[in-house]
């Protein structure tokens, strides 16, 4: 995620808080105040990513842009040019077909792309010194979240990419990673508590020394 900083006239990359010793997480106390909140707000966004979903038609005129059906239009209008107005009609009405085709194609995808994401949906998150219920996309980097079987949805979706600061649970992550066996995961008390959080750790990436 970039941000345009209005002093220096340049996009830079926001900087979340995934460097910070063990001991800072584990000491960590959530958001007090409204200022704070509204900070972070304000630097962060909301924990939601809304993908457009075009129409048909601005698909459609999309791919009739595509250099590929451009040059197919310049042989029709060549080949109607020479005598052979049947083919080059018949290769014309194939060819709006086809684009027809692939439009329909990537509206599917894109509206599995959009169920994937899932709805907002009600979190317990410690701010102001209590736990308070408030919808998923309003969290924010450094909150604390309560993360509790659904028993009406077992299939429910983590909210946001978390770090087990306490207890055990069973995630499936299919959806990333392609294994089909759930994952467990520990919390980090056990961890040193000067050691920082790294997401290019070897052991946890898999790269070879």
Same mark, same amino acid.
């Given at each position: 995620?970039?941000?345009?900083? +209005?002093?220096?006239?340049?996009?830079?990359?926001?900087?979340?808080?995934?460097?910070e010793?063990m001991?800072?997480?584990?000491?960590?106390k959530?958001?007090?105040? %409204?200022?704070?909140?509204?900070?972070?707000?304000e630097r962060? +966004?909301p924990?939601?990513?809304e993908?457009?979903?075009?129409t048909f038609?601005?698909?459609?005129?999309?791919?009739c842009?595509?250099?590929?059906f451009? /040059?197919?239009m310049?042989c029709?209008c060549? *080949?109607?040019?020479? %005598?052979? *107005?049947?083919?080059?009609?018949?290769?014309?009405?194939?060819?709006?077909?086809?684009?027809?085709?692939?439009?329909?194609?990537?509206?599917?995808?894109?509206?599995?792309?959009?169920?994937?994401? +899932?709805?907002?949906?009600?979190?317990?998150v410690?701010?102001?010194?209590?736990?308070?219920?408030?919808?998923s996309?309003?969290?924010?980097? +450094?909150?604390?979240?309560?993360?509790t079987?659904?028993? /009406?949805?077992?299939?429910?979706?983590?909210?946001?990419?978390?770090?087990?600061?306490?207890?055990?649970?069973?995630?499936?992550?299919?959806?990333?990673?392609?294994e089909?066996t759930?994952?467990?995961?520990t919390?980090?008390?056990?961890?040193e508590?000067?050691?920082?959080?790294?997401?290019k750790?070897?052991?946890?990436?898999?790269?070879?020394?």
């Open positions: 995620v970039m941000h345009w900083t +209005g002093d220096e006239k340049k996009f830079s990359k926001v900087q979340y808080p995934v460097t010793s001991q800072t997480y584990l000491q960590a959530g958001y007090s105040g %409204e200022q704070a909140i509204t900070d972070a707000t962060w +966004g924990n939601s990513f993908i457009p979903l075009p038609g601005e698909l459609y005129r999309e791919q842009r595509q250099p590929f451009v /040059f197919q310049l029709v060549l *080949w109607s040019m020479d %005598e052979y *107005w049947y083919y080059s009609l018949f290769t014309f009405f194939m060819l709006l077909v086809f684009e027809g085709t692939v439009v329909f194609s990537r509206t599917r995808n894109i509206k599995m792309l959009r169920e994937m994401m +899932g709805e907002p949906t009600a979190v317990r410690y701010r102001n010194s209590q736990w308070v219920t408030m919808s996309d309003q969290l924010l980097p +450094g909150d604390l979240l309560s993360v079987r659904n028993k /009406f949805n077992p299939d429910a979706v983590v909210p946001a990419d978390l770090l087990l600061l306490n207890g055990k649970l069973v995630t499936n992550e299919a959806i990333l990673t392609g089909a759930p994952q467990q995961k919390a980090i008390p056990d961890r508590p000067h050691e920082h959080l790294s997401l750790r070897r052991e946890d990436t898999g790269d070879r020394k």
